[in-house]
């Protein structure tokens, strides 16, 4: 099993940057691909960015494509979002996600372990 904890959420002002940290602990972290999704209030949850077990696979929502860079250091068990030119859609909770499938995935429901969320807030 593999327990996740999100950081670095927060306000931010439309066209800024934020990056989001995932850790994790437990089974070794290369073993899991990693997901980020976020859920946004009145809406499903939605894919946002995913990374397969060793780095050098990433997908993206077509929504962040441009924006968005996940990656990962597995040295250091985290999972990184590194978000820029946000826009006030962006506001959501996010969550970081981890799967034993062998490839990373744009579906939720592949994901086993689930982090508690970091809120993000972008103003206008």
């Known amino acids: 099993q593999v327990q996740l904890v999100e950081s670095g959420g927060g306000l931010v002002q439309a066209g800024g940057s934020l990056r989001l940290s995932c850790a994790a602990s437990?089974?070794?972290?290369?073993?899991?691909?990693m997901g980020w999704f976020r859920q946004a209030p009145g809406k499903e949850r939605e894919f946002v960015a995913t990374?397969?077990?060793?780095?050098?696979?990433?997908y993206y929502a077509d929504s962040v494509k441009g924006r968005f860079t996940i990656s990962r250091d597995n040295a250091k068990n985290t999972v990184y979002l590194q978000m820029s030119s946000l826009k006030p859609e962006d506001t959501a909770n996010y969550y970081c996600?981890?799967?034993?499938?062998?490839?990373?995935?744009?579906?939720?429901?592949?994901?086993?372990?689930w982090g508690q969320g970091t809120q993000v807030a972008v103003s206008s």
């Open positions: 996600a981890a799967t034993t499938r062998p490839l990373p995935s744009r579906q939720a429901m592949d994901y086993n372990y």
């Open positions: 437990g089974r070794t972290f290369s073993s899991y691909a």
């Open positions: 990374i397969n077990r060793s780095g050098s696979v990433t």
